[in-house]
């Protein structure tokens, strides 16, 4: 399966086209790969929860990296970019698995517009065997030069708010075995099945026009007091443009 056109409806989301070469649909905008990738697509008609416009990428990466972190896990890399000429924002995250030990990582696309915004996400989990990578690489490395401060707290000595010491801001701790140059040493792992799928993806991925057209993403919405009353949104709902009898 190659290059798909995608039915906005059908899909629910903006996107028109996306190369699904290797996947199979399991339902509507969700995919499956023999590997145990899942590639799956989102629209959301609500103001973007991103915590700093694009421009601002140190704010944004501290603020998606204290959110991850608020869900147990660590935020591996927060990269402003463009996807099919609209501005967005790349992310690589690891979350424990809670049910059972490992890990799963997932790689993601947010495209925000001011009122909206379109989520690509590709994720996969560890299987039976965890932690075989980071610790192959902790002995090549030694345990010193393993963990560092994460990227998104400032590099700060010290406890951070909520966090721990050596400038990790809490989850999982940030190490140098997430870092892409080990990803051809272990062409299996889920990290990098996720990285390479979503770096295949993305050139392949197009927008309904309409959706590039809508008014840019300037930032989160303010904070308001009780007595303001709340702005007026779109409903939420999966639906791109729905038409007659969807």
Known sequence: MGLRNLDPVIAMTPISSLDLTGFTEREPGVWTDAAGLVLSVHFFSLIPDLPAPLHE??????????LVTGAGGG??????GSVDGVPAVRQLVKMPLGSRPGQAFLGSWTVPR???STVVKVQAAEGATTGMREAMIMARVG???YFRPHPYAGGRPGPQAGGQPGGQPGGLPCHVGDDERWDAQFPDHPLTLVRAAL??????????????????????????????????LPPARRGWFRRKGF
């Open 143 to 145: 345990p010193a030069e």
């Open 75 to 80: 935020l591996i890399e927060a990269a402003p």
């Open 199 to 232: 770096r295949r993806i993305t050139p392949t991925i197009t927008f309904d026009d309409r959706f590039k057209a809508l008014p840019p993403f300037g930032g989160p919405a303010a904070p308001r007091s009780p007595q303001q009353s709340p702005p007026h």
């Open 57 to 66: 990428p140190e704010r944004l990466g501290a603020g998606l990296a204290q």
């Open 114 to 116: 001011a009122q909206s």
